[in-house]
């Protein structure tokens, strides 16, 4: 059987995405990677920025952000415009040929309005398909595909989706085809015990572990789908998963979570 080319999929949150040091220093990591990967990026803290400046107040439920008109009006223009240009405009400068895209552009990611027996998420995609055949011909004329939280319904609808969960299906999407890492990069060391302490790092995440933890209200808010969309990654294909600071592109070594079945 032919090796399987190697594709890291990595996807950028948090803290970095609003810290412009760390963000650029993200970016010069990421720009030394040598061959196949994607970027995902989120910018929640900035969407919610923007909403309570004109007056929306955000609403989160499991560490999903709840989406109306107005809101969807926000996080467009903050992850598809104002972050996801400012990242190319970055790799550019460090000679990375990066485009930039929601789901919509080349029907690249195509979701359906989430349909919840008791919750109304608005207009919260959940991803349904992939177009690998498209992302696999960018991949192969060296273009380094960069997405934001946004996805589309077909139908003209543009819907937000978690960056995490887009991380995962791109993931899964191209398991068949490449052998797969997804790496989950934001401020922190690492998935902790103790949200306070960056030296509490669980260097090896489980299932029965995370049930646990989860349980016991340990692990909560936005790493809930996070981890969720790690496990299910897994299940489907997808070779190696950490989660940690971004210096665990560079650094084989570097303190992290490995995510395993």
Do not use: W
């Not at 990591?29 to 955000?58: N, Q, R, V, Y």
């Not at 946004?150 to 068949?176: M, P, R, V, Y």
């Not at 049930?211 to 969309?229: R, T, V, Y």
């Amino acid at each position: 059987m032919k090796n399987k080319k190697s594709l890291q999929v990595i996807k950028i949150g948090g803290n970095i995405i609003d810290n412009p040091k760390e963000l650029k220093q993200f970016l010069t990591d990421f720009s030394a990677i040598e061959g196949l990967k994607i970027l995902i990026h989120g910018g929640g803290k900035s969407a919610t920025k923007m909403a309570k400046s004109i007056g929306l107040l955000p609403q989160m439920i499991d560490g999903r952000r709840v989406t109306d008109a107005r809101m969807l009006d926000v996080v467009v223009m903050i992850y598809a415009g104002q972050i996801n240009k400012n990242i190319i405009a970055q790799l550019q400068a460090h000679n990375t040929n990066a485009m930039g895209f929601s789901g919509a552009d080349g029907n690249l990611i195509k979701s359906s309005k989430r349909d919840h027996p008791t919750i109304d998420y608005g207009f919260v995609g959940d991803v349904k398909s992939i177009n690998t055949p498209l992302l696999e011909t960018l991949l192969s004329i060296g273009i380094v595909p960069v997405f934001c939280a946004i996805t589309h319904d077909k139908d003209g609808q543009l819907l937000n989706t978690n960056a995490d969960t887009i991380a995962s299906e791109l993931a899964i999407a191209f398991s068949d085809v490449f052998e797969v890492t997804l790496n989950y990069c934001f401020e922190k060391p690492g998935v902790l015990f103790d949200s306070e302490d960056d030296c509490s790092v669980i260097l090896n995440m489980n299932a029965e572990l995370y049930s646990k933890l989860k349980e016991e209200k340990a692990i909560h808010s936005g790493m809930i789908p996070k981890l969720d969309n790690c496990f299910n990654s897994l299940s489907k294909g997808v070779k190696k998963i950490k989660i940690g600071h971004h210096n665990l592109l560079q650094n084989e070594n570097s303190v992290c979570t490995t995510i395993q079945l």
